[in-house]
């Protein structure tokens, strides 16, 4: 199987609820101008939520990929059924609330928030401190803006 590539910061499906007239507009903040853009093109990194599975714990490659599926297959039926006005069950409560948790910290300027905060602070549970390499692999998305001093240990 093969592996993805194009990781959606917010899912296709959920920026489908955003079209007007059959289509979802899309604003460059760079030069101002507007566009129009499939879900499926829209907000889209290539392996934004890689991991190196040769780091520090050899986690599978896909894994963030995967949970976030798993997250948004069970939120995309509440999420259609809300639209319809219909009333949501309390389990789909809790899959509608996982699924904006996950929307709070998927993105680049989540990312971003967390390398200029917290990795330079980063340790494993039992305190011992991650290696340079381990913070690397953390910034898989090669965003320039998230590394300081060329280094995400933010030597001086």
Known sequence: MATAR???????????GFRHDG????????TGGTFQVSPRNAAVRRD???IDADVEGGDHPEGAELVLGAIESA???????ARRGEVITAREGHE????????LVRTPAARGMFTFNLLPRA?????SPL?????EALLVSGDPGLIVNGSPCFET
């Open 96 to 103: 509608l609330r996982a699924f904006i948790a996950t929307l």
């Open 48 to 50: 934004f939520y890689a």
């Open 131 to 135: 290696s340079c390499r381990a913070k």
């Open 75 to 81: 939120a995309a039926p509440v999420i259609a059924r």
């Open 123 to 127: 340790t494993f549970l039992d305190g």
């Open 6 to 16: 194009r990781h959606h910061v917010l899912p296709s499906f959920y920026l489908d």
């Open 23 to 30: 289509a979802l507009w899309a604003h460059d903040l760079e």
